[in-house]
Nanobody, 119 residues
Framework: QLRLVQSGGGLVQPGGSLRLSCAAS????????IGWFRQAPGKEREGVSC???????KYEYSVKGRFTISRDNAKNTVYLQMNGLKPEDTAVFYC?????????????WGQGTQVTVSS
């Protein structure tokens, strides 16, 4: 199993920004599609964004224009830059790796990080 280590997250006011990081340990992230998911209290986990091995990006409708996913292959890290955060973005965020963004279930997951948007 691939090891993913997340960092970032925290408490931010509405309209603020946060950047989440997902670093790979022991393998090259550029060989995998990396997805970001979130799970709010009492809700099912949902996909937020994904970046394919070739760099194509995808976004869930509610975050388009506010979130940006990117890769830094030199640092073996994928980022999720989140701007214009809203209270409804509050959730535990997870990164995950697999062969493509279209897979039904990603095989390797990070440990999760809490994002809380509140005044």
């Amino acid at each position: 199993q691939l090891r993913l280590v997340q960092s970032g997250g925290g408490l931010v006011q509405p309209g603020g920004s946060l950047r989440l990081s997902c670093a790979a340990s022991g393998f090259s992230l550029d060989h995998y599609a990396i997805g970001w998911f979130r799970q709010a209290p009492g809700k099912e986990r949902e996909g937020v964004s994904c970046i394919e091995r070739g760099g194509t990006t995808k976004y869930e409708y509610s975050v388009k224009g506010r979130f940006t996913i990117s890769r830094d292959n030199a640092k073996n890290t994928v980022y999720l830059q989140m701007n214009g955060l809203k209270p409804e973005d509050t959730a535990v965020f997870y990164c995950a790796a697999d062969s493509a963004c279209s897979v039904h279930y990603f095989g390797s997951w990070g440990q999760g990080t809490q994002v809380t948007v509140s005044s």
